[in-house]
């Protein structure tokens, strides 16, 4: 017995310190918040009713003319003008002027084509939103709803039910931060209720009160989050209940977590299902370190929302596109909720040629899908053994691999075509090709990191 008391108070002191090692650690190491990603054609999860794919690339050109306005520092919609119906409320509205989680696939929804849960109030209630880099304004359908709420999955939010919910009043910074994050002017009603006009692209709008309440992402409840608690909500949402806007503006969801988590996400898009293709699991962090996979390229400087970086060049079968710096030279932004990515037209012309010339050997060339100009007769399966590999290259050596899944789409059944498209204006790296890898978005840093084998 002498003996073994003292090993067993090496071993209690062992335990100890061990375990004040690990506190430690925990200390040191910055909190991460970590949520499953889906896309909203994801099978039982889906948050949209089947739609031609020709629909889903007429909205995607919609978005683009979206981010090209966002870049020209001008709205592509005129404010939704308040419907008389909210007059007729409990307030009369008059013009200001005077954690890891998962994500998963679903059908494109205008915005975004991917969508997290997060719970909103005291106690929390949960919703599944679409998460998009290309905004920072993020909103949910609220109660009561005085003029329209799209039909969505499960019950809208209820600020009566929440202890915690607050409106804010037109004199704070958030409500004079609008104007950046919405390109709106916020309006105000007779009793000082500050009122946001979230429009997109294509006609999709969401108006309502700005807000705060507690967020809760994954096991983390963050008080004091400001949203839109939208009354008049129209457009191609799908049956989600809201957004959450990504972007670098200091509205946005990752600049209200900075203090705690820092200014980095990252995030795998899963695989969309179109055509009965299964996606992969993926997921969004915010707070996320970067690993030693990823290979990162600069932040450049841009809209005070989006993230502009800079393609280099696109490798076709291990060789460089015959095209000269000046193909390069239009500015490049990144974004979740573009499908088909759009190169200028010097390097889409160079790869559609060369491609073409690939797969016509194999397979008989079929007429152009809508904005799709290279397509070919035979399913996804069969023509993605006979492509070529793809490559894009980004300022300072970080890249892109492409697979097949983001390489080519098909379109319907027994049409296959190349998933890029031609642009007059900005080049835009979209969700399809960025589909399974681990992309990391340091804001505190500048710069976007990517890394293969991000889903699993």
């Known amino acids: 017995m002498e003996l073994l008391a003292p090993l067993f108070l090496y071993i209690l002191l062992s335990r100890t310190s061990s375990s004040r090692v690990i506190q430690e650690v925990e200390r040191l190491s910055p909190p991460v918040l970590h949520l499953p990603l889906y896309h909203v054609r994801g099978g039982s999860n889906s948050l949209q009713t089947a739609q031609p794919f020709s629909e889903t690339l007429a909205v995607d050109e919609e978005r683009v003319k979206f981010l090209n306005s966002r870049l020209d520092h001008k709205n592509s919609t005129t404010v939704h003008p308040v419907s008389s119906s909210i007059l007729q409320g409990s307030e009369s509205w008059i ?80 409500c004079s931060s609008l104007k950046v994050a919405t390109l709106n002017s916020p309006m105000c009603t007779a009793s000082n209720t500050c009122i946001y006009s979230a429009t997109y692209g294509d006609q ?23 949203f839109g608690c939208g009354q008049d909500n129209n ?13 670098k503006d200091s509205l946005s969801t990752l600049s209200q ?24 699991g993926g997921f969004l962090s915010i707070g996320t370190a970067s690993n030693s996979a990823h290979k990162f390229t600069p932040l450049l400087a841009g809209d005070s929302s989006l993230y502009s970086i800079k393609l280099s060049a696109i490798y076709l079968s291990g060789k460089s596109l015959a095209v000269g710096s000046s193909g390069y030279s239009s500015p490049t932004i990144i974004d979740s909720g573009t499908t088909i990515s759009r190169l200028s037209a010097p390097v889409y012309s160079a790869l559609k040629q060369e491609f073409v010339k690939i797969v016509s050997t194999k397979y008989k060339i079929a007429p152009s899908f809508s904005i799709l100009d290279a397509c070919f007769y035979g399913t996804f399966d069969q023509i993605s053994t006979a492509i070529p590999s793809v490559e894009l290259i980004f300022q300072g050596g970080a890249d892109l691999k492409l697979g097949p899944h983001n390489i080519i789409i098909e379109v319907e059944k027994g049409t296959t075509c190349l998933a890029f498209a031609s642009s007059s204006g900005t080049v835009i790296i979209g969700n399809t090709q960025q589909q399974t890898f681990d992309i990391t978005y340091d804001v505190a840093s500048s710069r976007i990191g990517f890394a293969a084998g991000g889903c699993r």
């Open 95 to 174: 013009d200001e002027k005077s954690v890891k989680v998962p994500l998963n696939p679903g059908i494109p929804i205008g915005i975004s084509n991917y969508y997290t849960k997060i719970g909103l109030g005291t106690p929390p209630t949960y919703y599944n939103v679409i998460i998009d880099t290309g905004s920072s304004f993020s909103w949910v359908q609220c109660e009561p709803c005085l003029v329209y709420c799209h039909p969505q999955a499960g019950s809208r939010f209820d600020p009566s039910a929440s202890r915690t919910y607050q409106k804010l009043p037109c004199g704070t910074s958030q």
């Open 235 to 247: 457009g191609l949402f799908g049956r989600s209940a809201g957004l959450i806007g990504l972007g």
């Open 204 to 226: 999709s709008f969401s108006v309502g009160y700005l807000s705060r309440d507690t967020l809760t992402f994954g096991s983390e409840s963050l008080p004091g989050f400001v």
């Open 257 to 280: 977590l900075s203090t705690k988590y820092g200014r980095v996400f990252s995030y795998c898009l899963p695989t969309s299902t179109f055509l009965g293709n299964t996606g992969s």
